[in-house]
């Protein structure tokens, strides 16, 4: 399997309950086999794996249905802030931006600021002039004004809480972040998160999918990473290296290492939320805490695969 590629996205983990209309269901997992159809079109002719994910998580920004990009929910002031990490396997290089408004695809921003900056992470005002810098053009506010997102912040501060994405009451909730990681035909790995976090989410709060080691992680040696969750406890539980580190030290395949990292997010924290992970051989593994998890898989080039 040296010349085959991997690849894998998820578009948020929760109990998922709550998406009762079999027509949304359906939307969701065919959201999922695009974007993975995409993704195999350009690996099968040469793309490299940073390029995969970066594009593959450009198409789910793209798409309302997931709280990240258009889709991305509200803040406690009636805001946008978003954030997007991505990191490149070959040689750790990676790319963040976190608590952004005003860009249609943050994780295109956060490959900017890998490849064009000195820095890993920029923030808020400061990551909007350098998108300026870089010619990257401005989107209005309306553009990313659901109806969806502004019902769900209506609903949150009726209940004076925050709310994770298509909350509802009890557990029934969905996790919103949106990722992909990828093995390329060269063996070289590449992972990217986006998200737009928590509904009525103070200002300023950055989760864990700009963080490197939380909530994105990419390396040749060991894997590729992209969780979706809660991000306070990935981040107190340095999630995504977690995983890694089970390669690196263990010597453990992608499977598991997850099932290591889920139960080290389970024991020590009662994380919730989900993960996908590629590691060096191009083997696929998903876990989550989560009853569900918006997924799907092309493993060593073969058949396209969607779970909840």
Same mark, same amino acid.
């Given at each position: ?19 009762k ?5 359906v ?33 789910l920004e ?13 803040n ?11 990191m ?8 963040? +931006?976190?608590?952004i ?7 295109q ?5 890998m ?13 909007l002039?350098?998108?300026e ?24 501060r ?16 969905k996790?919103?972040?949106i990722?992909? +990681? ?8 590449a ?15 950055v989760?864990d999918?700009p ?5 994105? &992680?990419?390396?040749?040696?060991t894997?590729?990473v992209?969780?979706t969750g ?6 107190r539980?340095?999630f995504?290296?977690t ?7 263990s ?8 099932? &290591?990292?889920?139960? &080290? ?9 989900? +993960? ?9 593994a998903?876990?989550?805490?989560t ?15 969607c779970?909840?």
């Amino acid at each position: 399997m040296q010349n085959s590629f991997s690849l894998m996205v998820h578009g948020g983990a929760g109990a998922l309950d709550n998406v009762k209309d079999e027509r949304i269901a359906v939307r969701y997992l065919e959201s999922i086999r695009v974007v993975l159809e995409h993704g195999r079109s350009m690996l099968q002719q040469g793309a490299s794996a940073v390029e995969a994910v970066e594009s593959c998580a450009s198409q789910l920004e793209d798409d309302p249905l997931f709280n990240a990009g258009c889709g991305s929910v509200l803040n406690e002031n009636g805001k946008v802030e978003m954030d997007a990490g991505i990191m490149d396997g070959r040689d750790l290089a990676a790319g963040a +931006v976190a608590a952004i408004g005003n860009i249609a695809n943050p994780v295109q921003l956060a490959r900017l600021v890998m490849d064009g900056s000195e820095h890993v992470l920029l923030i808020a005002e400061g990551a909007l002039h350098f998108a300026e810098r870089c010619g990257m053009p401005l989107t209005p506010d309306h553009y990313f004004f659901t109806p969806d997102r502004i019902k769900q912040l209506e609903q949150a501060r009726l209940r004076h809480r925050i709310m994770l994405d298509h909350d509802e009451d009890g557990d029934a909730q969905k996790y919103g972040t949106i990722g992909a +990681v990828a093995r390329d035909r060269e063996g070289n790995l590449a992972a990217a998160t986006s998200t737009g976090g928590i509904v009525n989410k103070r200002m300023g709060r950055v989760g864990d999918s700009p963080i490197i080691g939380a909530g994105v &992680y990419a390396d040749n040696a060991t894997c590729a990473v992209s969780a979706t969750g809660y991000g306070e406890e990935f981040m107190r539980t340095v999630f995504a290296k977690t995983i890694a580190d089970a390669i690196e030290f263990s010597g453990v395949d992608a499977a598991g290492a997850v099932d &290591y990292g889920i139960g &080290y997010l389970t024991r020590k924290v009662k994380g919730r939320g989900g +993960v996908i992970c590629i590691d060096g051989a191009g083997h696929c593994a998903s876990g989550m805490t989560t009853p569900k998890m918006i997924h799907g898989w092309i493993e060593h080039g073969g058949e396209t695969v969607c779970r909840f």
